[in-house]
């Protein structure tokens, strides 16, 4: 299948998926309130640290309360892109022995997983994750979604955004990949997963870590998930920093990409299809 035809067929799987996971309207809604529910938790325990914190201790970490409460808003609404778990349909073929059906349609078998959980992903997650960002702008002031840093930052944050999107698909895509080896089982996926959520901010802000862990924080791919957008949205990030942060989410992206990719290709030529 030559680029063009590549491209079109791309296109139309990502937008029948994407009308597939918005008829799963229940469960979205059901998950807004779990994040919002989670999100008003962090945002007073927050409160409760910064407030009460011996000699301001909270204050002269590199988020202000105000910040922080943002990054918990936004670090909701973004951990929904983040996978916590294989597609499930993917994940049925490799285990009934389907990926050898797969292998007979035209389209390269990683172009095709990754376009579909990219947009599975998407049609489920698009939804809820505004609905939660729009709950955290209509909470009481002191616990409510503050306002961008700057408009050249929200502007960064946008493109961030998107950058961290195709960073998260294309990790999932690299667990995807590992996942074809069934003798390994779900735990090095699940473990991997799980390290992903916890070093990408979401669970707690990667300023708030130790001072002697930030430049490995900034440098590791899973900030991209959450942490660089957030940071440029809050402003702990200036504009000015916004360049080699996105960067550095463009590098890993390529670099999960091509990591996947060769997994697959390789494990291709000898795998074991199961079922029958």
């Known amino acids: 299948m030559n680029f063009r035809n590549t491209c079109k067929a791309s296109s139309s799987l990502f937008r029948i998926r994407m009308a597939e996971g918005l008829q799963y309207r229940a469960s979205a809604i059901s998950g ?43 670090a909701q609404g973004l951990f929904i892109l983040q996978s916590m778990n294989i597609d499930g349909e993917i994940m049925a073929k490799i285990n009934n022995g389907d990926v050898g059906v797969e292998l007979c349609r035209p389209m390269n078998l990683y172009t095709h997983w990754f376009v579909k959980s990219s947009a599975g992903k998407l049609g489920t997650s698009w939804l809820r994750s505004l609905a939660t960002i729009l709950a955290g702008l209509l909470m009481p002031v002191s616990y409510a979604l503050g306002a961008p840093a700057s408009a050249l930052g929200f502007a960064c944050f946008l493109l961030s955004v998107v950058m961290a999107f195709v960073l998260c698909s294309a990790f999932a895509m690299f667990v995807t990949a590992i996942r074809l080896n069934i003798t390994w089982g779900d735990g090095p996926t699940y473990m991997l997963l799980l390290f992903s959520g916890i070093l990408s901010g979401t669970y707690l802000p990667l300023r708030l870590w130790p001072d002697f862990m930030q430049t490995f924080l900034y440098l ?6 959450a942490d660089i957008p957030v940071q440029l949205y809050v402003g702990s990030l200036a504009p000015s920093g916004a360049l080699p942060a996105i960067g550095l989410q463009l590098f890993w992206s390529a670099l999960f990409i091509f990591a996947g990719r060769s997994i697959m290709t390789r494990k291709l030529k000898s795998i074991i299809v199961q079922g029958g």
């Open 32 to 74: 807004v309130f779990v994040s919002v529910f989670w999100g008003f938790l962090e945002c007073v325990l927050f409160t409760v640290f910064y407030t009460y914190s011996d000699n301001g201790a909270w204050n002269n970490n590199g988020l202000s309360l105000s910040q922080t409460i943002s990054y918990v808003w936004l």
């Open 220 to 225: 590791q791919p899973f900030g991209g998930f």
